[in-house]
């Protein structure tokens, strides 16, 4: 057989492939059967479960207190975000009034998360596209976050440093001028990364037009975070329905309106700045004050419902509590933006190549034991 | 809509309709452009052991507003009520979770199957009455 005729079967079969679920793309365990069509991706249908650990039945057993130590382990890279969505649900159904000191440290602390955690989704976003340089330019900044972590709550990665009512303890004496050092020192290494990856022809190539959303469609699917406004859906909770300090710093919601992978990831690299500027706002202002409420030591919420939407890393996250009155949750749910961003995933990469199903789940930022529960 | 009961006094205005109507009042909801809810930010359903309570939480992008649609299923032997995949997509993941973990059925669903669990897994784990002597212990 010559070479044409070959290329000409191979593009005429369809077949089905299994991506994953150890795949280094994937960020985690998940698997992906794709409808193939030579290289062309025609379908991509998402197989999960693998780490689902059954977190809300769980919580149905658990003490409101206890359930924050399980939300870490969701999005363990929003940690901090996700354990100050239990606690607010708790304080707003118990209509606690948490002081200014508290609801500070909270939102500096969400913003060095969200750094954090954008800056691991930069260097793994470089390594899937085979730049493995963006990784150690990523780690050696990060460390220097989880290091202000470490010295203040004594974990790195899930932290637990919320308590319904404030906080675990008080920030470490070294906390404020150790953030301060990080903003100017990463100030000026935030220009790196562009330096390094966001000018790159090759990921321009492999991202710009690659894996389009519609504005439309971001909303429909519930594309949050990120990733939505990437897209233009102007989706930012810290925006549209503040908590904590948020009500009372300046910043700009981040939107680009092409809705392609690369879009998405300039809304993460402005997002970074946009942190660093709202952590300056606070961090020289923090109230003196007590770091927790004084709460009753077995803590009952009255019947009702309670939710709460909070911006994580990746997007809307949502607790909703179903209360009988008991001190354990009669239901809890967790709206995970992973999982709703998963959803869109077929619309995205159908019709593209399988390197550029890399590219958009890199541009997505998936943790897969957020979409699992 | 006739016959919905209308509660403003929680943390979110509140509908709740008999389960033959929730298919036309989120058509309704979305397609009015007084209403104009195009974002459906969670969908899930809680267990009160004699009958289902189905929760959808709508937003609105042009708006700026929230509500709550609920709607009971009292049938436990075989709960079913109609999707919303046709009028937000983005229901589709969330039906599937609770079609694996309540054992509710969606109507008209493009693509219903278990989502977290295996296929061969027996029972439904979020309801109530769920047990699993091995691991599930209580204390």
């Not at chain 1, 004496?173 to 903003?183: L, T, Y």
């Not at chain 1, 990831?265 to 003196?288: A, C, F, T």
Request: aromatic residues 10%; glycine residues 6%.
């Amino acid at each position: 057989m010559t070479e044409e005729t070959i290329t000409g079967q191979l593009e005429e079969q369809e077949f089905s492939i299994n991506m994953g679920p150890q795949h280094p793309s994937t960020h985690g365990v998940l698997r992906m059967i794709l409808k193939l069509k030579g290289e062309t991706v025609e379908e991509v249908k998402p197989q999960l479960g693998y780490i689902h650990r059954g977190i809300e039945k769980m919580c149905e057993k658990l003490t409101y207190a206890q359930t924050i130590h399980l939300t870490d382990r969701l999005d363990y890279m929003s940690a901090h975000i996700l354990n100050e969505a239990v606690c607010l649900t708790v304080e707003n159904a118990l209509e606690v009034e948490i002081p200014e000191h508290i609801q500070y440290i909270r939102t500096i602390m969400d913003e060095l998360n969200r750094i954090a955690s954008h800056q691991l989704w930069w260097s793994a976003f470089g390594m899937d596209l085979g730049a493995l340089t963006t990784f150690f330019y990523g780690l050696r900044d990060r460390e220097k976050i989880l290091d202000i972590f470490e010295e203040t709550c004594g974990a790195r990665l899930l932290l637990s440093y919320n308590v319904p009512g404030g906080l675990m303890f008080d920030i470490h004496p070294n906390f404020q001028k150790r953030v301060k050092e990080f903003i100017t020192y990463f100030r000026k290494k935030l220009p790196e990364y562009d330096a390094l990856l966001t000018g790159n022809p090759i990921l321009q190539a492999r991202t710009k037009g690659v894996g389009m959303l519609t504005r439309e469609q971001a909303i429909a699917y519930g594309v949050s975070g990120p990733s939505g406004r990437g897209s233009g859906f102007s989706c930012d909770v810290r925006k549209h329905q503040p908590y904590s300090a948020y009500s009372k710093v300046g910043f700009k919601e981040i939107l680009y309106n092409e809705g392609d992978s690369f879009a998405r990831y300039k809304v993460r690299m402005d997002e970074m700045w946009e942190s660093m500027s709202i952590i300056e706002q606070l961090i020289d202002n923090i109230p003196e004050g007590n770091h927790a409420v004084k709460m009753k030591a077995i803590i009952k919420l009255p019947a009702g419902e309670y939710y709460q939407r909070v911006e994580a890393a990746r997007g809307e996250f949502g607790v909703f509590v179903v209360s009988d009155g008991n001190k354990m949750p009669y239901r809890m749910k967790f709206r995970s933006p992973n999982f709703s961003n998963l959803a869109a995933i077929n619309t995205m990469a159908s019709g593209q190549k399988i390197a550029d199903l890399i590219a958009i789940g890199g541009s997505l930022d998936f943790v897969i034991p957020d979409m699992d529960r | 809509m006739p016959g919905a009961e209308i509660d403003t006094e929680k943390q979110f205005l509140t509908a709740t309709v008999e389960n033959g109507q929730i298919h036309d009042l989120a058509s309704f909801l979305n397609n009015t452009p007084e209403t104009c809810f195009d974002y459906l930010f969670c969908e899930s359903a809680v267990d009160y052991s004699d009958h289902f309570m189905m929760v959808y939480h709508l937003d609105s992008t042009k708006h700026r507003h929230q509500m709550v649609m609920k709607t009971k299923i009292t049938d436990r032997e075989n709960p079913s009520i109609d999707s919303m995949c046709n009028v937000w997509i983005g229901a589709e993941y969330h039906e599937r979770e609770i079609f694996d973990l309540f054992g509710i059925k969606f109507n008209n669903h493009p693509d219903l199957r278990k989502i977290f669990l295996d296929n061969d897994w027996v029972g439904f784990p979020l309801r109530k009455d769920y047990t699993d002597p091995v691991n599930i212990v209580e204390r």
